[in-house]
């Protein structure tokens, strides 16, 4: 017997750990570097914002296919082939000639990434199950963290010793290598979990819509909406918002963006996926209270984060938006898996995708018009009003809408 071995479904969050560090590594990178391509394709702001915009719009429109395709089709080659396509646009990115390229690059970006996550996280829900799924999924969500602050540090690092874009194709070429070995382990998983359940029907486009007329999915399809909207605001514009007010370089502006939000994360994840787990066992609606603490304790930091006056004060205010971002990314598919058949995860993770991605979209773009007009800072402030009114929602969802629709879901 092997003095040690990593048991089979906890090696499975390692390997797709590593995919999704690539997966937010290889967004990232163009968020870091706003302030080189500006300069290079003679972008305006609103432009600029555009590019990421039209990369989670795409993403979330591809999303309900995506999803239908996690539930239909064998885990192990959407998954794989997922990082393969997306890590090939990130190379074509980097040798985009005109800025029209460029956003056509994002735009594929958007399709290959979008067919990951719904059946990454049915993987993961087949391997584990109520009791430990929300410590696995937190412990998953930890690499999107990492994968976000290593796509700023390293991009920022590459961007100011050689060509800006060689960061894209330093992340791309690694997401090409490990996408075949990832699929020859991904394939020899048991069938039970690389596959859905063989009694049920195949996952129809149909049953997109029935999902979405849960009442408690529809609410946490709300949260994820608002809080990928902060999220993504802070993380497509944070590094230029600190450039500009602060007047830090490229590196340092990509460093500090990216840190702080991500040690808080990390925190908010690990905690919350321990706290969840352990409170499920007495109350099936423990993930959706977590959420709704996350929910009232992130609005008060994003605006902070915007209104700081110095460096020191939007670094505390970082790291605890970051530990509130942590603790929602950590629950908000395994609350969803809470009101919805085993059958149709991956279609549900469709489901979060595509109202998140479509609403986050306009974060990267409204940063673009706000950095012109208000301000980033003043959309921050906003953004902190559409928390506490989600967090509300969430509430009345889960006192009067979680019993039914959990007792449904069983």
Not at 129 to 140: H, M, N, Q, V
Not at 207 to 221: E, K, Q, V, Y
Not at 265 to 285: K, T
Request: proline content about 6%.
């Amino acid at each position: 017997m092997r003095p040690f071995a990593i048991p089979p479904k906890w090696l499975l969050i390692g390997l797709l750990w590593f995919c999704y560090v690539l997966n937010h590594g290889d967004r990232q990178v163009l968020y870091t570097l706003f302030p080189a391509v500006q300069k290079h394709y003679g972008f305006s702001n609103e432009t600029l914002g555009l590019t990421g915009a039209l990369f989670l719009w795409v993403y979330g429109l591809f999303s309900p296919l995506a999803g239908i395709l996690g539930d239909r089709w064998p885990k192990p080659a959407v998954v794989a082939g997922s990082l393969a396509l997306w890590s090939l646009f990130t190379v074509l990115s980097g040798l985009a000639p005109t800025g029209p390229l460029l956003l056509l690059c994002r735009a594929l970006l958007g399709i290959a990434e979008s067919c990951f996550m719904p059946a990454a996280y049915a993987l993961m829900a087949n391997a584990h199950g109520p009791e430990t799924r929300s410590k696995a999924i937190a412990l998953f969500a930890t690499s999107q963290m990492v994968g976000v602050a290593f796509g700023g540090s390293v991009s920022g690092y590459l961007a100011e010793r050689f060509a800006w874009q060689t960061a894209f194709f330093v992340l791309g070429a690694v997401g090409l290598l490990y996408a075949w070995p990832l699929y020859g382990y991904l394939s020899r998983l048991p069938a039970n979990i690389r596959l859905s359940p063989s009694s049920t029907a195949p996952a129809r486009l149909a049953d997109f819509g029935r999902l979405l007329a849960i009442p408690s999915l529809r609410a946490i399809s709300t949260v994820v909406a608002v809080a990928t909207f902060g999220l993504f605001l802070v993380y497509t514009w944070l590094p230029t918002f600190l450039y500009d007010k602060f007047k830090l370089s490229m590196f340092q502006a990509g460093y500090e963006a990216a840190i702080y939000p991500q040690i808080g994360s990390l925190s908010g994840l690990l905690v919350g996926g321990l706290l969840a787990d352990a409170a499920y066992r007495r109350n099936p609606a423990a993930r959706f209270w977590l959420l709704l603490a996350a929910l009232c304790g992130a609005g008060p930091c994003i605006f902070l984060l915007g209104a700081a006056p110095s460096l020191l004060s939007m670094r505390v205010a970082a790291a605890l938006f970051g530990f509130c971002a942590g603790l929602i990314a950590g629950n908000q598919a395994a609350a969803a898996f809470d009101v919805v058949p085993g059958a149709y995860r991956a279609t549900a993770v469709g489901v979060l995708n595509f109202l998140g991605s479509l609403v986050s979209g306009f974060a990267p773009y409204l940063g673009g018009v706000a950095r012109d007009t208000i301000g980033v800072g003043q959309l921050m402030a906003f953004t902190a009003i559409a928390y506490l009114a989600t967090a509300a929602l969430l509430l009345y969802a889960t006192l009067r809408l979680f019993p039914r629709d959990h007792a449904a879901a069983d």
